[in-house]
């Protein structure tokens, strides 16, 4: 690709120099010193609410000056990918061999979207980054009370437990489970908006059991975006994590509790490991796990509650939670608008994978129109279904688990009598019904027991969640 290769050559050197915070009694804010040398400094900003005993200074915590630095070490990734510079130079703070390679890996792998649309087939996970550390010593963390390796009971959950909420149905059935365990839950929201608050407001939490952080991009980076220069994903649930600990740390909470499930493990690109949902995926979720352990000793226990399950699973528990369903809104291109757009593969995922579970009615009043009924959405289908061989990049669920809701819904529909909507129909001429049926419900009784999930509540998702076809 040649525009990578051009700026690769004409800016060399991306810097991370450092940081600087403001702290009063209300907030605690944090602006990042990045630099493109010869192009643009940025100065992306987060705020975070104090939430804590009053006098209590942040910046006067060790551990949580390192997850400030490693913040930004995920931050810069926005502002690296304009010109894909091969020298990353890090001055802000201190990072061992070992960290090298973790941040080198979070890049490769969460950018993995972004070098294949963009077609930078040259970049590789040994050359694409060079960081040299220039930072000084690292201060030494004194171990506090999070919790190390899987827990077997969850002691310090009486304290509360902290979930991010990202407005869809995920989060949702992550606050319902936690809440039926009795737990006092806090919500964590970058950004709030109208479904993110909503879900809140739904599950029961006052304003005391919601914390809310503003994070600012630089607006140097969206005009250099329009100017040509490199753009794509990034690896928002990486932000997600690290941000997220801190917040639990400011809040004296020891478990985040994340609604990342087992599908999005699967690669978007058959055959290949690039994943749109990669800072989603399990090995995203064990490497945190395992740099909080090594390098944050002392901050929150990090775990997807959702992580055994399918999105199959998840939507058949949404479907019965019915005070979310005004309100919740998954689609990513209308989130600006906290609106359904009806037209993305998100949405028509989210409209076929809840149609085993509820009436033809309820599903169309959730997004206002039936989708089955647009032939424009024919490619979707084919993408969703694996038809074709690239899932959309979206956050959608696997292909199996797609075709097995659409043959229930087929089969209910059927069995009641009803026309099948076109969408519906053009999916049995296409031979996947045949090819799909004779392997029956093989989601409603999934359990992946690759998770970190604490073992009481490991036990509540199986007994809330799975059952047998
Ligand atoms: C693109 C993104 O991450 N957006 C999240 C961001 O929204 P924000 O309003 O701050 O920016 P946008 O208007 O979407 O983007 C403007 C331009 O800036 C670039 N950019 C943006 C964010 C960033 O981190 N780096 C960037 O370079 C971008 O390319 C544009 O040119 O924050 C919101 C919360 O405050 C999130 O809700 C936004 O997330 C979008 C809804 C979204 O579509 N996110 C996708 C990245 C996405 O697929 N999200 C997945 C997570 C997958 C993963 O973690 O790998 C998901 O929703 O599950
Ligand atoms: N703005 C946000 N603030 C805090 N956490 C977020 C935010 N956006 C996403 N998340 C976290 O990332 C997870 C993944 O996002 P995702 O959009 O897949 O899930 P969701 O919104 O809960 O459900 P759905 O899959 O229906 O959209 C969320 O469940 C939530 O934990």
Known sequence: MERYQKFRKEFPRFYYHGYRTEENELVYKITFDFEIEGLSSFAPTWTFPKCTEQGKTWDN?????????????????????????????VEAGNLSGDQILWWKDLYFNGLGEFFYINQIKEADPADFMEIICRGKDAIETVSSSGVKGRPAAVSGAENGVLVPIGGGKDSAVTLELLRSAGVPIY????????????????????????????????????????????????????LVAFSSIMAARMAGLSYVALSNESSANESTVKGST??????????????????????????????????????????????????????????????????????????????????????????????????????????LLEQLTGIQEEKPFECVGSRDEINTAIILTIDRMEAEGKKLPMLLEYYKGMGLYDQYKPMGDRFSSYFDSQNLVPAPWEELVKKSCTKEA
Not at 196 to 223: C, F, N, Q, W, Y
Not at 310 to 329: D, P, V, W
Request: aromatic share 14%; charged share 20%; net charge neutral.
């Open 61 to 89: 915590d060790p551990l949580f000056q390192k997850m400030v630095f490693s913040l930004g070490m995920v931050e810069l990734a926005s502002y690296w990918k304009l010109t894909c510079s091969p020298q990353v130079i």
């Open 187 to 238: 919500a964590y929201i970058i950004n709030p908006r109208g479904a993110t608050v909503h879900t809140t407001e739904a599950a029961g939490l006052d304003a005391d059991h919601v914390i809310s952080v503003k994070r600012t991009l630089d607006k140097r980076m969206l005009e250099l975006n329009g100017k040509g220069y490199l753009n794509g994903h990034t690896p928002f649930s990486a």
């Open 274 to 379: 690039v994943n749109h949902q990669y800072s989603k995926s399990f090995k995203f979720e064990e490497d945190f796990h395992r740099y909080e352990m090594e390098y944050l000793s002392g901050s929150a226990y990090y775990f997807s509650m959702l992580r055994p399950l399918s999105e199959f699973q998840i939507a058949r528990y949404f479907a019965s939670q019915k005070q979310y369903h005004a309100i919740f809104r998954s689609c990513n291109a209308g989130s600006k608008t906290d609106s359904w757009c009806g037209h993305c593969p998100k949405c028509l995922f989210v409209y076929l994978i809840l149609s085993p579970f509820l009436t033809e009615t309820e599903t169309e009043k959730i997004f206002g129109r039936n989708m089955l009924e647009d032939r424009e959405l024919k490619p």
